[in-house]
């Protein structure tokens, strides 16, 4: 068996989850509008440019969720997938996530986005496998700090390897799709690694190592 790994935002979607739950937050009062939309632009800005803390933009973005109960807040995710989600999945995703079912593919979904956004976007696309940077969860409540390794940079590597290593398959072939310069070093250790849309740093490191880029917006060919 093969696995086929996927980044999400950016790559299977056209647009960043993360960054559009901080805009929806904005929308429905939920956070001070003005002094949070300016740090989710500017950590988005970071993020982009490989810059970003992702221990400081963590608690940015996960604390939010310790003011409210669980219930509420998956109510509002639920809201939040159908009107800003389900219509950013890029036009070419489905295709390809058919391809490689039909080879006979697992399916991973690998992304920086916490947990609590990106699980219903995995169903969504009919993916059962996830691994995202995980929010801590204490007495049933979110408490704003993260649960183990983030994923992200070398860190999706590492967590990679421990998913790995409980799996009872053995993968022959590892693929993984991705359009940020942040996935370069799990790319790097991939057999076959495309980039997707890519920024200009993935996109120079992609031509100089001879691996395919793509597109999975706009018409696809048939």
């Not at 690694?193 to 920024?199: L, R």
């Not at 992609?206 to 048939?222: F, H, S, Y």
């Amino acid at each position: 068996m093969n696995l086929a790994i996927f980044d999400l935002d950016n790559t299977l979607l056209a647009g960043d989850s993360d960054y559009l739950w901080g805009q929806f937050l904005v929308e429905q009062g939920l956070v001070d509008g003005s002094s949070y939309e300016e740090a989710n632009h500017r950590f988005y800005d970071q993020y982009k440019a490989g810059t970003l803390d992702i221990y400081e933009f963590c608690a940015f973005s996960m604390g939010p969720l310790t003011q409210y109960e669980p219930a509420q807040l998956y109510a509002w995710r639920a809201q939040f997938v159908r009107e800003k989600i389900e219509p950013i999945v890029a036009a070419g995703t489905p295709a390809l996530l058919e391809r490689h079912r039909a080879q006979g593919d697992r399916l991973l979904i690998m992304t920086a986005t916490n947990r609590f956004i990106t699980e219903p976007i995995a169903e969504l696309l009919n993916i059962g496998d996830l691994i995202a940077t995980d929010p801590e969860m204490k007495d049933g409540r979110y408490t704003g700090r993260v649960a183990g390794i983030p994923n992200f940079q070398d860190g999706k590597v590492q967590r990679l390897e421990l998913w790995r290593a409980e799996q009872t398959e053995k993968f022959a072939h590892t693929y993984f799709y991705s359009d940020s310069r942040n996935d370069i070093p799990l790319l790097l250790k991939a057999d076959t690694a495309v980039a997707v849309d890519a920024d200009e740093v993935l996109l120079a490191e992609a031509t100089k190592r001879g691996w395919p880029v793509i597109t999975l917006r706009g018409p696809q060919p048939d």
